[in-house]
C-alpha cells in the first residue's frame, strides 16, 4: 500500500477564489489521479498527473479550470480555480504503484465548500 | 461516464447478517474492484477480480464475477457495526497510456448493532 496525505483537509472559500490541494506519497509512485466527489455521488476522474509533462483531463475538465503540476514522483497539486459553488465537492487524489497500475490507493480527501 | 451500477443504493442490515452487494457494467474490462468508502473520507481498496477470474475471497468478503452477464457481486458474511460505510465497485480499463477506474454509484451499508 502507499500513505497518502492531502492538505487542507477541509476549506470553505469564496467564489471567484482559487484553491491549491497538495498530494503528497510516502514514496515514489508511477501514476497519480485526482477525482471529484460531489454531494452525495460517486467518484469521478478529474485528470491524470504525468511526472514530466502535461496532465491528461477526462471529458468535461480543462486545464484551465483544474490545472495540476506533478514536479516529482512523489507529489502532485491540483488547483479548483475561478471557483463557484457548483465545485464544492471532495477531491480525491490517488496513486498507482509501480507496474501494478490495477490497483490504486487513496489519500483521505479534501472536503471544499464554495460559498 | 459512469459504467458501475450499484444496486441496492443503500441497504440496512443487523449485526451478523449478510450484506450482498450487486454492480453492473456495461464495456469489456479487464478487472472490477471494490473499494469501501467511510463517511465522504478516502477510499480504501477491498479486493480485485480479475476478467479471467468467477470468484474471490478475502477475509469476511467474498466477490464473484459474471462476465457474460457484465455482473459483480460483493459478499460481506458476519457484518459488524464497523462495516457501515459506502461500498463502490470500480472497472479497470486501458485507455491509452494511462490506466483508468470508472466508479459506480455506490451502495451505502448500515449495519445496525
Known amino acids: 500500500s502507499a500513505v497518502i496525505s492531502q492538505k487542507p483537509s477541509r476549506d470553505i472559500c469564496q467564489r471567484g477564489t482559487s484553491l491549491t490541494i497538495q498530494c503528497q506519497v510516502d514514496s515514489q509512485v508511477t501514476m497519480m489521479f485526482w477525482y471529484r466527489q460531489q454531494p452525495g455521488q460517486s467518484l469521478t476522474l478529474i485528470a491524470t498527473?504525468?511526472?514530466?509533462?502535461?496532465?491528461?483531463?477526462e471529458s468535461g475538465f480543462v486545464i484551465d479550470k483544474f490545472p495540476i503540476s506533478r514536479p516529482n514522483l512523489t507529489f502532485s497539486t491540483l488547483t479548483v480555480s475561478n471557483m463557484s459553488p457548483e465545485d464544492s465537492s471532495i477531491y480525491l487524489c490517488s496513486v498507482a504503484r509501480g507496474g501494478r497500475t490495477d490497483t490504486q490507493y487513496f489519500g483521505p480527501g479534501t472536503r471544499l465548500t464554495v460559498l | 461516464s459512469q459504467q458501475g451500477e450499484e444496486d441496492p443504493q443503500a441497504l440496512s442490515i443487523q449485526e451478523g447478517e449478510n450484506a450482498t452487494m450487486n454492480c453492473s457494467y456495461k464495456t469489456s474490462i479487464n478487472n472490477l474492484q471494490w473499494y469501501r468508502q467511510n463517511s465522504g473520507r478516502g477510499l480504501v481498496h477491498l479486493i480485485l477480480i480479475r476478467s479471467n477470474e468467477r470468484e474471490k475471497h478475502s477475509g469476511r468478503l467474498r466477490v464473484t464475477l459474471d462476465t457474460s452477464k457484465k455482473s459483480s457481486s460483493l459478499l460481506i458474511t458476519a457484518s459488524r457495526a464497523a462495516d457501515t460505510a459506502s461500498y463502490f465497485c470500480a472497472t479497470g480499463e486501458r485507455g491509452g497510456s494511462n490506466y483508468k477506474l470508472t466508479f459506480g454509484k455506490g451502495t451505502l451499508l448500515t449495519v445496525n448493532p
Open positions: 498527473a504525468n511526472q514530466g509533462s502535461e496532465a491528461t483531463y
